[in-house]
């Protein structure tokens, strides 16, 4: 050990160190233990004169001090030796650290190494997943892509069909009117000849001058009937090419217009009288405005799901108004179809009132939204909502008086050509509605989509019919609407008239056949043969808004042949 190797090293330097200091010195002054084997050899040769050495005090002497620096020998050597145990103790507590750091260092290895590997798999599950969402979104978008190329397949054979349908029908009224012409060609050659051959008679008997021929009548415009039983012939002459609606039309329009201005005015002014917020009616008014959105948001074609969403418009917004409270209003003026005389009756809950004005801007827009769907049973829905809560005595001025007059303002104010209402679209756009339709294709459709909801709505309104019960818009206003659409001079028709018509027929032709009978097929007649035959075929140079009449007016005229294949109703 190197203690040991020490030890020696030590021993030796101090042997020849005393060795060399006394090798010049007294024998007085010379250890016996450190004398060279030639004195020792000496020494034993003269035994005799050495022993009395031993004897003398300098020899006594001499072994103390020789005993004494064996004991120093010896504490030096023992000293060495502990120093040597020590550092011994110290290098065996440094390998004992060093073996501890060195666990320590494998111990952090391992997990680092364990850490490494476990943030590995994560990665590799992470990518894994990654792959897999990536895969899907990649399936889906495929699906996707396919479904739409399905699509636009269907829509271009439905379109190719319909040109065909379109070109069939074009060739009809080609040979019909060149059979019709050569027909009266062949009718004016016979009565010339037979008034040639009358002359001639006549010159030659001298008779009287033949009687005079009876001028045909004149033709009737189409009559609204006041009861199903009872229902106006329908002329095949034009209709008057007057621009103006008659004058009556127009003051009951002014009218509505009047009452529509007094709803947006009042809705302003209720707001602001409860917006403070101590106001006690104030968060009603917001709960039950949010609650009536979201309800009409979510009509579906389930008849029970309809029934629930009658339900909680009924109890989240309705029978709040009547159970908060609040002020009472004069309901009079904002009446126009019915008459209250008594004061007390009249008086009506402003917060009600105000209700209903929101009901129909939500109804109106949920027609505008569902319109592009492409059966219109949800605008049955949402209209069979809206005749259950106007029908609701609950509801109702002193439980007789409807507030149907409220949404006839709306509908005056959005789609006057419901009632009749012309004009030119460059010059009156503010009288038919367009004020607030922006000069661009996408406003321009959603205008066109928005007049085909409110055609529809309001069509499912008036045939709507509950037992006991009058419908809330009679349907002779239906027959009303199609008719007063139909008597619109070729010149004053623009393609809402169209899209109207089209929302008012499409999906209620059923009904009303089942109320007026052969009156009806031949309105219907009209309205899907003569009317869009009134339009002119579009031309090269021809203004883009007469090439989108042509195209609202081929919807209306395709309507009997999906009639007949839909409902096998023929109305030829």
Known sequence: ??????????????????????????????????????????????GSLLSDSYESPTRKLQLEFTNILSHSDREFHKKLDQDAAERARLHEEQLARAA?????????????????????????????????????????????????????????????????????????????????AKAQKEQEEAARRAKEEQERRAREAAAAPPPPVAKPPPAQALATPSAPAVAAPI???????????????????????????????????????????TDPLKNIIGEARRNMNKRMG???????????????????????????????????????????????????????????????KYLVKQWSHEASKEDGRIITQLSLIAA?????????????????????????????????????????????????VQPNEADHNAYLQRMFGVGAGYAALTHRKFAQKPPAIPISEYWRAVVLICNTPAEALYPAHFMTLQGLLRDNVRKFLATYGVAAKAVLRRATFDLPNRVPE????????????????????????????KDNINIR
């Not at 050509?417 to 679209?425: H, K, P, Q």
């Open 388 to 436: 259950s809560l106007y029908l609701d005595t609950k509801y109702m001025s002193k439980g007789t008086v409807t507030m149907t007059d409220t949404l006839l303002a709306k509908l005056h104010r959005v789609c006057p050509m419901l009632f009749g209402i012309r004009g030119n679209t460059k010059t009156d756009r503010a009288g038919l509605g367009l004020d607030k």
């Open 100 to 180: 501890r750091e060195h666990q320590r260092v494998l111990e952090d290895a391992t997990r680092e190494m364990e850490r490494i590997k476990l943030e590995d798999e994560n990665e590799r599950l992470r990518k894994a997943a990654v792959q897999e969402t990536e895969l899907q979104r990649l399936k889906e978008q495929k699906m996707r892509e396919q479904a739409e190329a399905q699509q636009r397949q269907l829509e271009a054979k439905l379109r190719e069909e319909q040109v065909a349908r379109e070109a069939t029908e074009k060739q009809r009224r080609i040979q019909e009117a060149a059979e019709r």
């Open 298 to 360: 979510q009509i579906t074609v389930d008849i029970e799901d309809s029934k629930k969403t009658i339900k909680s418009i009924r109890a989240e917004c309705f029978d709040v108004a009547i159970s908060a409270g609040g002020p009472m209003i004069d309901v009079r003026p904002y009446l126009i179809s019915h008459q209250i005389t008594n004061d007390a009756d009249a008086q009506y809950p402003e917060l009600l009132l105000y209700l209903w004005i929101m009901f129909e």
């Open 1 to 46: 050990m190197p203690a040991a190797s020490g030890a020696s090293s030590a021993t030796m330097n101090t042997r020849n160190s005393f060795s060399s200091s006394w090798l010049g010195s007294s024998p007085s002054r010379q250890s016996p233990v450190r004398q060279s084997p030639q004195r020792n050899a000496l020494r034993s040769s003269r």
């Open 235 to 277: 002329p095949t002459s034009a209709p008057s090419t007057s621009l103006a609606p008659s004058a009556d039309i127009v003051e009951v329009h002014k009218k509505y217009l009047t009452l529509h201005r007094s709803m947006k005015q009042f809705r302003k002014q209720f707001l602001a009288a409860h917006k403070h917020p």
């Open 538 to 565: 579009p031309r090269a140079g021809v203004k883009e808004e007469r090439q989108g009449l042509h195209a609202a007016a081929s919807l209306v005229r395709v309507l009997p042949d999906v009639w007949q294949a």
